[in-house]
């Protein structure tokens, strides 16, 4: 659950969302968080001049930080290595994922909600150029239903666009594989970034009883890609063993990857082959996409784009411009509503 640190310099507006958003998660969701903090340590071949850079913008963006010194750093996290230079304290922490999914269905149906799983959407229902809900296929039963809807949101992540072209509706998002690896044990106490520019395999995150270390990034086209190549591995373990050099004699437990559904219409290419772009340039930003104004197709809304750590906020306003649009103005209250948990 970032603070927004990792991309202070690269990506400021993602930054300022994680920070304001990880404040809010702490209050409403705090038996799915791990009040971790984070370490930003620079080690051998990270440049130094991007210090001065790093902490400017978290100042400016008001993400606290504190630097301490090696030794101090050392004490906390004694599996760093001995050539660590510097040493940085922000709030970061761990979030369960599982822990906060629950707790959102059970806060759904509390609230009269009804929460639909292993449906695959087949077709939307459509008059005209209004959408009206939507066709699903379960994958247990086997069984088919329709369901009608005043307005219909694709929240749908790296399949997003791939729903959407079911209403005819066209846009193009920048797909980017990552894949992480998790070892016996969480070998630190506190959520440890390489001080660089974000790049592969330079996070480590004590999750349950895991430790964490990620994530590359690889441009993809298939949602469902979940592969992981020899050299991502490779890339991964050599780079995070260079502030935890005992992972290198560590048992890795578990490897997954998946599907990042980045959107920045800074990066669309303009061409007709679908030429991919750098995912790590990609902003982690989000966008609400009102199909009505962009394509003339009404009863739809997209939300595309974002992180785990500001999925409140996309809700929120994807909520707004859907009771905008059936002329409800009043204010949502997600960031003080506390969430029931399991």
Request: charged residues 20%.
């Given at each position: 659950?970032?603070t927004?640190?990792?991309y202070?310099?690269?990506?400021?507006?993602?930054?300022?969302e994680?920070?304001?958003?990880?404040?809010?998660?702490?209050?409403?969701?705090?038996?799915?968080?791990?009040?971790?903090?984070?370490?930003f340590?620079?080690?051998?071949?990270?440049?130094?001049?991007?210090?001065?850079?790093?902490?400017?913008?978290?100042?400016?963006?008001g993400?606290?930080w504190?630097?301490?010194?090696?030794?101090?750093?050392?004490?906390?996290?004694?599996?760093?290595?001995?050539?660590?230079?510097?040493?940085?304290?922000?709030?970061?922490a761990?979030?369960d994922?599982?822990t906060?999914?629950?707790?959102?269905?059970?806060?759904?149906?509390?609230?009269?909600?009804?929460?639909?799983n292993?449906?695959?959407?087949?077709?939307?229902?459509?008059?005209?150029?209004?959408?009206?809900?939507?066709?699903?296929?379960?994958?247990?039963?086997?069984?088919?239903?329709?369901?009608?809807?005043?307005?219909?949101?694709?929240?749908?992540?790296?399949w997003?666009?791939?729903?959407?072209?079911?209403?005819?509706?066209?846009?193009?998002?920048q797909?980017?594989?990552?894949?992480?690896?998790?070892?016996?044990?969480?070998?630190?106490?506190?959520?440890?970034?390489?001080?660089?520019?974000?790049?592969?395999?330079?996070?480590f995150?004590?999750?349950?009883?895991?430790?964490?270390?990620?994530?590359?990034?690889?441009?993809?086209?298939?949602?469902?890609?979940?592969?992981?190549?020899?050299?991502?591995?490779?890339?991964?373990?050599?780079e995070?063993?260079?502030?935890?050099?005992?992972?290198?004699?560590?048992?890795v437990?578990?490897?997954?990857?998946?599907?990042?559904?980045?959107f920045?219409?800074?990066?669309?290419?303009?061409?007709?082959?679908?030429s991919?772009?750098d995912?790590?340039?990609?902003?982690?930003?989000?966008?609400?996409?009102?199909?009505?104004?962009?394509?003339?197709?009404?009863?739809?809304?997209?939300?595309?784009?974002?992180k785990?750590?500001?999925?409140?906020?996309?809700?929120?306003?994807?909520?707004?411009?859907?009771?905008?649009?059936?002329?409800?103005?009043?204010?949502?209250?997600?960031?003080?509503?506390?969430?029931?948990?399991?």
């Amino acid at each position: 659950m970032h603070t927004g640190a990792r991309y202070a310099v690269s990506d400021s507006n993602s930054a300022r969302e994680c920070y304001q958003e990880h404040e809010i998660l702490r209050r409403i969701a705090a038996p799915a968080i791990d009040d971790t903090g984070g370490l930003f340590v620079l080690s051998p071949g990270d440049d130094p001049d991007f210090v001065a850079l790093w902490t400017a913008a978290c100042t400016q963006l008001g993400i606290a930080w504190q630097e301490i010194g090696v030794a101090q750093a050392r004490r906390q996290e004694p599996a760093l290595g001995p050539d660590i230079t510097r040493a940085f304290a922000v709030p970061d922490a761990a979030c369960d994922a599982v822990t906060l999914g629950k707790a959102l269905c059970i806060s759904i149906e509390a609230h009269g909600g009804q929460v639909l799983n292993y449906q695959r959407v087949t077709g939307f229902v459509r008059t005209g150029d209004t959408v009206q809900g939507v066709q699903l296929h379960d994958l247990r039963s086997n069984s088919t239903q329709t369901l009608h809807a005043a307005v219909t949101v694709i929240a749908a992540g790296p399949w997003s666009a791939q729903v959407a072209a079911l209403a005819d509706v066209s846009y193009r998002m920048q797909l980017s594989r990552g894949a992480m690896l998790g070892f016996n044990g969480r070998w630190a106490n506190t959520i440890i970034n390489r001080l660089h520019w974000p790049a592969d395999g330079d996070i480590f995150i004590p999750l349950g009883y895991l430790g964490v270390a990620g994530t590359t990034s690889v441009a993809t086209d298939d949602p469902f890609d979940s592969r992981i190549e020899p050299w991502e591995y490779e890339r991964i373990m050599t780079e995070i063993a260079a502030v935890l050099p005992g992972l290198r004699h560590a048992t890795v437990l578990r490897s997954w990857a998946g599907v990042r559904p980045l959107f920045d219409p800074a990066l669309q290419s303009d061409d007709t082959d679908s030429s991919h772009v750098d995912g790590r340039k990609a902003a982690r930003t989000f966008e609400v996409l009102d199909h009505a104004e962009r394509d003339g197709v009404s009863g739809l809304f997209s939300i595309v784009g974002g992180k785990l750590t500001t999925y409140r906020l996309m809700a929120e306003q994807t909520a707004d411009a859907v009771c905008r649009r059936l002329g409800n103005e009043r204010p949502g209250t997600t960031a003080t509503a506390v969430l029931a948990m399991p």
